[in-house]
């Protein structure tokens, strides 16, 4: 199955590209998301997002993860990402970044609506799980709009700066999923 676009109202998620490395650098590198992510350093190296991109293909061809990038629709420009990884496992994890001159519009939980929905409709996954920072309140707040419940929280080591932070755990079960405004583009 070729990854599809997946169209919103105001976004298009679609597979990312070669020619989207120096835009995913412009995006990413930057303080403010490296202090509300887990896994994101700053500076973040342009060699690392080429790495990064490089795999998300095979990703995919092996059903392992799915990455889409978060482009609005009306301007064709690419504001950030949205991505399930462990599609292998029983329940896969739902990650996303967002660029900060396109915070606090809800277009994160606008792209995390549309990937759930095609993960649960398309791939047939059962339930998935997501995770923040204690202190990531903003993406909390995405997680509860959509309907996923806190499961608790756990201490974890982050390694990119060698400490620990707490993280607030979340599951959404495909049985309390309720969307209806998906529409899926290129659908095999």
Known sequence: MQQPNLEMSRIILRPLNINDVSRIHTLINRPEI???????????PLGLALSWLSSQQDNW??????VFGIE????????GVVSLQKLNED?????????????????????????CGFA?????VKGIFAGCLKKNASSANVLRKLGFKYTGENEVFIKKNHKTARVLNYFLSSDCFNFHKLYFSGRK
């Open 91 to 115: 329940f896969p994890v739902l990650g996303y970044w967002l660029g900060t001159d396109f915070w606090g519009r809800g277009y994160t939980t606008e792209a995390a609506m549309c990937i």
């Open 61 to 66: 061809n092996r059903q392992t993860g799915v």
């Open 72 to 79: 609005l629709k009306d301007e064709s420009v690419l504001i």
């Open 34 to 44: 490296a202090e509300m992510t887990s896994q994101i350093p700053h500076p973040y």
């Open 120 to 124: 649960f409709n398309i791939l047939n």
